[in-house]
């Protein structure tokens, strides 16, 4: 095969600018259909985005016979179900994190995939832009020295119900398992786990001090990485202002960067003096990883972001989150 034809279900916003025409313009990559649960809207998508078809429902862009792989882009609480379809006619599998409603559901989604012989891929995207692989490059360049400690720092402001009175699903947890710390903070975790290795031991507290909604706001953990790097976070939600940073400490220097700010610098510090680091960030967000995956079902290269290794991430929010 020179060539993956993709189908995405659900395209929705994430599928707009971030997603979508990645799969367009990635090497050995093509779009080919799209699903929607309102045709109308499948439909427009297609129009807008020149995609050859559309459907209403999910089971015929899975049995299409022009479908080479899945991309599922639908909220969490279906995903699971999804990627049973999608293992079931032994196609490969790309879906947004998390897999599904906690750990069970994702450790669930990896064993359907595993039994069936089929490739699972999770949209970690960030494993694959420059600026968090150079990261990693650093630390492997030992350009702070051995990595000691690291600290995850995430705050932001409450998150508001719309004209309605309606939460946004992210809050809601029947739509989403649990506070924001799954959406949002889970990006953190997983680079850490991508820079130095799975997380063998944690220990969190979970608790709602806000009152804006019926799930956490406020988690704080502490943690210690197979590799012997120690770690520590905090992600608050019902902050008064916005804060992100991971910063590395390591026995000659540190490193500092935004996680969720995908066009924030890097900075260095040792004894040497410090460099700050910029990137210039794709238009399309994941089509970086889309690239990664779309070269690894063509046997070219392998993908940095699999189901097993989003799995762990599941494992270690989980265990943070106990009695939330």
Same mark, same amino acid.
């Given at each position: 095969?020179?060539?993956?034809?993709?189908?995405?279900?659900?395209?929705?916003?994430?599928?707009?600018?971030?997603?979508?025409?990645?799969?367009?313009?990635? #090497? !050995?990559? =093509?779009?080919?259909?799209?699903? &929607?649960?309102?045709?109308?809207?499948?439909?427009?998508? @297609?129009? /807008? +985005?020149?995609?050859?078809?559309?459907?209403?429902?999910?089971?015929?862009?899975?049995?299409?016979?022009?479908?080479?792989?899945?991309?599922?882009?639908?909220?969490?609480?279906?995903?699971?179900?999804?990627?049973?379809?999608?293992?079931?006619?032994?196609?490969?599998?790309?879906?947004?994190?998390?897999?599904?409603?906690?750990?069970?559901?994702?450790?669930?989604?990896?064993?359907?995939?595993?039994?069936?012989?089929?490739?699972?891929?999770?949209?970690?995207?960030? #494993? !694959?832009? =420059?600026?968090?692989?150079?990261? &990693?490059?650093?630390?492997?360049?030992?350009?702070?020295? @051995?990595? /000691? +400690?690291?600290?995850?720092?995430?705050?932001?402001?409450?998150?508001?119900?719309?004209?309605?009175?309606?939460?946004?699903?992210?809050?809601?947890?029947?739509?989403?398992?649990?506070?924001?710390?799954?959406?949002?903070?889970?990006?953190?975790?997983?680079?850490?786990?991508?820079?130095?290795?799975?997380?063998?031991?944690?220990?969190?507290?979970?608790?709602?001090?806000?009152?804006?909604?019926?799930?956490?706001?406020?988690?704080?953990?502490?943690?210690?990485?197979?590799? !012997?790097?120690?770690?520590?976070?905090?992600?608050?939600?019902?902050?008064?202002?916005?804060?992100?940073?991971?910063?590395?400490?390591?026995?000659?220097?540190?490193?500092?960067?935004?996680?969720?700010?995908?066009?924030?610098?890097?900075?260095?510090?040792?004894?040497?003096?410090?460099?700050?680091?910029?990137?210039?960030?794709?238009?399309?967000?994941?089509?970086?990883?889309?690239?990664?995956?779309?070269?690894?079902?063509?046997?070219?290269?392998?993908?940095?972001?699999?189901?097993?290794?989003?799995?762990?991430?599941?494992?270690?929010?989980?265990?943070?989150?106990?009695?939330?």
């Amino acid at each position: 095969m020179d060539n993956i034809r993709w189908g995405i279900i659900g395209c929705g916003d994430v599928t707009e600018k971030k997603s979508g025409p990645g799969f367009q313009k990635a #090497r !050995g990559a =093509e779009l080919v259909a799209v699903m &929607r649960r309102s045709g109308d809207l499948a439909r427009d998508y @297609a129009k /807008r +985005h020149k995609v050859p078809r559309w459907y209403d429902d999910a089971d015929r862009l899975i049995t299409d016979p022009s479908v080479d792989a899945v991309y599922i882009a639908t909220p969490p609480t279906t995903h699971v179900e999804y990627i049973r379809r999608i293992a079931e006619v032994g196609k490969p599998v790309y879906c947004e994190k998390p897999m599904g409603i906690g750990f069970a559901a994702g450790r669930e989604a990896v064993e359907l995939c595993a039994s069936r012989g089929v490739p699972l891929h999770v949209a970690y995207y960030r #494993r !694959g832009l =420059e600026k968090y692989r150079a990261v &990693r490059s650093l630390l492997e360049k030992d350009a702070i020295g @051995a990595p /000691r +400690h690291v600290h995850v720092s995430l705050h932001a402001r409450p998150v508001a119900a719309d004209a309605t009175g309606a939460l946004p699903w992210r809050v809601r947890p029947e739509l989403s398992g649990g506070g924001l710390i799954l959406d949002v903070g889970s990006h953190g975790l997983d680079l850490l786990d991508f820079y130095f290795g799975p997380i063998t031991a944690v220990h969190g507290i979970a608790s709602n001090q806000g009152g804006s909604y019926a799930v956490e706001d406020m988690v704080t953990g502490s943690w210690l990485h197979e590799s !012997g790097v120690h770690g520590s976070g905090s992600w608050c939600f019902a902050a008064d202002r916005e804060e992100d940073f991971v910063r590395i400490y390591g026995s000659a220097g540190r490193i500092t960067f935004s996680v969720l700010d995908v066009a924030g610098p890097v900075f260095v510090e040792t004894g040497e003096g410090s460099e700050e680091i910029s990137f210039e960030v794709p238009e399309h967000v994941q089509q970086p990883l889309i690239q990664l995956i779309t070269d690894d079902l063509l046997g070219k290269d392998k993908s940095p972001s699999t189901g097993t290794s989003a799995l762990r991430t599941d494992w270690v929010l989980e265990q943070m989150r106990k009695g939330a």
